[in-house]
């Protein structure tokens, strides 16, 4: 048996067809969907496959253009718009059945040297001292569709355990528009700073949106809401490990005619900032 983890580092090891061309497999997290944090990552995938492997990213941009289609598989052109003495840009397209429903721009640089500042890690509690996601959810669970229910505690390839207290998924309470989530991957993985890039970026979609949510007093799993990302972006700072503790805090700024923009910023559990993340999604009600 292998793990959750094990199993999604699988998923992002993407077949390569053709000298810049990948195909990598869907999976479906239980939502009948695919989740944009999988696209996101098997495209970063790509692009590191057509890079020297001591240029590591530092800069990630995508946009979500369609909805992807759990039963086929996702083919990835990769263009190599640019290699120069400490960079290289790459731009990938991922389809489904010949559509585009997914772009992304990435961009790769030489270790170097240089001056350095950060922001403080906000206060936060030891991990270990707040509960998971799913033992925080464990009070709510017998008022929930057995289906929901299953999925909201299935197992999952990283631990997460949100800081601020959480509310029934059915019945959010209003809360101000920020978000503190620990995160870990369960289980030990290689020392390949390319795949713990890519399953940050993976992990880096979850509770994103859902924070601009929060003032409002609805989730996704709101019927009444049609709620899906349009793009999400992330800046590396430095080398990040997905099988250690990593603080994502998140923020909303600002939401309006139907899109909410959150902002994060993600600190390793010794304080480095190792990673600053955007995403704006479609946050409205259905007409």
Same mark, same amino acid.
């Given at each position: ?167 029934? $998924?059915? *019945?959010?309470?209003? =809360?101000?528009? /920020? @978000? ?6 369960? %289980?030990? !993985? ?62 909303? $700024?600002? *939401?309006?005619?139907? =899109?909410?923009? /959150? @902002? ?6 010794? %304080?480095? !900032? ?14």
């Amino acid at each position: 048996m292998i793990s959750e983890l094990e199993e999604l580092v699988g998923f992002l090891d993407l077949e390569r067809i053709d000298e810049d061309i990948f195909r990598g497999q869907p999976h479906d997290p239980g939502w009948g969907q695919l989740f944009g944090g999988h696209v996101f990552a098997q495209a970063l995938r790509a692009a590191q496959g057509t890079v020297a492997p001591e240029r590591h990213v530092h800069s990630v941009h995508g946009y979500f253009l369609l909805l992807g289609d759990i039963s086929v598989p996702l083919v990835y052109q990769v263009f190599r718009t640019r290699d120069g003495g400490t960079f290289s840009t790459r731009s990938v397209v991922a389809r489904q059945k010949g559509r585009t429903i997914f772009q992304l721009s990435a961009s790769f640089q030489v270790e170097e040297g240089g001056f350095e500042h950060q922001d403080e890690m906000p206060q936060a509690p030891p991990p270990e001292s707040v509960p998971t996601e799913e033992e925080a959810l464990t009070p709510f669970a017998s008022s929930l569709p057995k289906g929901l229910r299953e999925r909201l505690l299935a197992p999952r390839a990283f631990e997460l355990r949100p800081v601020q207290p959480t509310s029934d $998924p059915l *019945a959010p309470a209003i =809360r101000p528009p /920020v @978000r503190d989530v620990w995160m870990r991957g369960r %289980g030990k !993985l290689r020392d390949d700073p390319s795949i713990h890039a890519a399953l940050v970026a993976y992990v880096s979609d979850y509770f994103f949106l859902g924070t601009a949510m929060q003032p409002h007093g609805v989730t996704w799993l709101d019927r009444t809401m049609q709620v899906a990302s349009l793009d999400h972006s992330i800046w590396f700072h430095d080398r990040v490990r997905a099988d250690e503790w990593l603080l994502h805090s998140m923020e909303s $700024p600002r *939401a309006a005619h139907g =899109r909410g923009l /959150v @902002r994060g910023q993600i600190f390793s559990a010794d %304080g480095r !900032l190792v990673a600053s993340t955007a995403q704006e999604g479609l946050m409205r009600r259905r007409s």
